[in-house]
């Protein structure tokens, strides 16, 4: 099922849910410019090898990097429109109300997963810059794409649980 991109799906009700989807929009349009940046430097890129024999240095380091930065900060707004991938092929027999407590589950779950990456994320982050790792050809230090993912992974544990309470209260309004 398809929902209208211009219909939200999770109701931001209180402070909470306003809060938790202003974070989620702006996480979204930074990544969105961060993916127009990374295009852009890849079209110079490529243009510049095509006509000129040269393209930027260290392109593809900057590519891998935003792209794994961008597509972490995107994750939190998708959870809030229920944008991400669901099989519903062993639930569509079922009512209703099941959905939405199987809806409100995975929430919970999808929550915990969050957090714990986002733990584990920072603990690497940590060791990079302990380590000093750097990329090969810029030598910019790894751990520097490690600083968005986190507060992405939190902000989706967070809008995993606002979408698993939301799911929870319809049950209860119902």
Same mark, same amino acid.
């Given at each position: 099922?398809?929902?209208?991109?211009?219909?939200?799906? +999770?109701?931001?009700?209180?402070?909470?849910? #306003?809060?938790?989807?202003?974070?989620?929009?702006?996480?979204?349009?930074?990544?969105? %410019?961060?993916?127009?940046?990374?295009?852009?430097?890849?079209?110079?890129?490529?243009?510049?090898?095509? *006509?000129?024999?040269?393209?930027?240095?260290?392109?593809?380091?900057? +590519?891998?990097? %935003?792209?794994?930065?961008?597509?972490?900060?995107?994750?939190?707004?998708?959870? %809030?429109? #229920?944008?991400?991938?669901?099989?519903?092929?062993?639930? *569509?027999?079922?009512?209703?109300? +099941?959905?939405?407590? %199987?809806?409100?589950?995975?929430?919970?779950?999808?929550? /915990?997963? /969050?957090?714990?990456?986002?733990?584990?994320?920072?603990?690497?982050?940590?060791?990079?810059?302990?380590?000093?790792?750097?990329?090969?050809?810029?030598? *910019?230090?790894?751990?520097?794409?490690?600083?968005? +993912?986190?507060?992405?992974?939190?902000?989706?544990?967070?809008?995993?649980?606002?979408?698993?309470?939301?799911?929870?209260? #319809?049950?209860? /309004?119902?």
């Amino acid at each position: 099922m398809a929902e209208h991109a211009s219909t939200p799906v +999770v109701i931001a009700e209180g402070p909470f849910g #306003k809060l938790i989807k202003t974070a989620c929009s702006v996480m979204a349009w930074a990544a969105g %410019l961060m993916f127009l940046a990374e295009m852009l430097m890849s079209s110079i890129s490529v243009l510049g090898r095509s *006509l000129f024999g040269q393209g930027i240095p260290g392109d593809y380091e900057l +590519v891998q990097m %935003l792209s794994a930065m961008g597509i972490a900060m995107c994750l939190p707004y998708c959870q %809030l429109r #229920k944008g991400h991938v669901f099989v519903d092929f062993f639930t *569509l027999w079922a009512p209703a109300g +099941v959905k939405r407590y %199987l809806d409100a589950f995975g929430g919970i779950l999808l929550a /915990a997963c /969050a957090f714990l990456l986002a733990w584990r994320i920072w603990q690497g982050m940590l060791d990079m810059r302990e380590y000093e790792e750097t990329s090969m050809v810029l030598g *910019l230090p790894i751990w520097w794409g490690y600083v968005p +993912v986190v507060p992405a992974f939190v902000l989706l544990g967070l809008t995993a649980l606002h979408t698993a309470f939301n799911e929870f209260g #319809k049950g209860s /309004a119902s």
